[in-house]
């Protein structure tokens, strides 16, 4: 498993916020679609409300 940092932004009630997250996946795929998983979970948001700037292997 490799070390991922993934940074975009979601949209909040008063415009877009921006995030970065950290964590372990076994490709960038994974990665992305974690990072979605997460923030639909935790801030009820839809897939099409966040934005995925960029994914970087550490």
Do not use: C, W
Request: glycine residues 6%.
């Amino acid at each position: 498993m490799s070390q991922f940092t993934v940074s975009g932004e979601f949209q909040a009630r008063d415009g877009y916020q921006p995030f970065t997250r950290s964590l372990e996946a076994v490709n960038e795929d994974v990665a992305r679609e974690h990072v979605l998983s997460q923030f639909g979970a935790e801030h009820n948001l839809k897939r099409r409300q966040i934005e995925i700037s960029e994914v970087v292997a550490e």
